[in-house]
């Protein structure tokens, strides 16, 4: 679980990141239907220099950072609860080991 936090909290550090991870143009898809032709269409749209050239594009043009937030806050969300779920298995473990000790020296004593 520390990893995840990790994670979480290092996000505005890897929203950044993205935005300097260069798409290598011949592995977008040009046409089509579905994600493609999206990733397409934002290729398309002033994707020419004034010689012609295809303008650079970045993996952050095609990740919406609100997007992202909200699966960081759902993320965290889930992190809470499974460390909450977490703590009270840790009460309940110690509390068997503590009866189980007990009963043991109970019966340790009877003999």
Avoid at 84 to 92: F, K
């Amino acid at each position: 679980m520390e990893r995840y936090e990790a994670l979480l909290e290092g996000w505005e550090e890897n929203m950044s990141s993205i935005r300097k991870v260069r798409v290598v143009s011949g592995l977008l898809v040009r046409g089509g239907s579905g994600t493609g032709s999206t990733l397409a269409g934002h290729q398309r749209e002033g994707s020419t220099t004034s010689r012609g050239e295809e303008k650079q594009r970045y993996l952050g043009d095609y990740v919406s950072g609100d997007k992202m937030m909200a699966v960081r806050d759902g993320c965290a969300k889930v992190l809470a609860e499974l460390r909450m779920r977490t703590d009270q298995l840790q009460v309940t473990l110690d509390d068997v080991m503590n009866n189980a000790e007990a009963v043991q020296a109970d019966l340790e004593a009877t003999r």
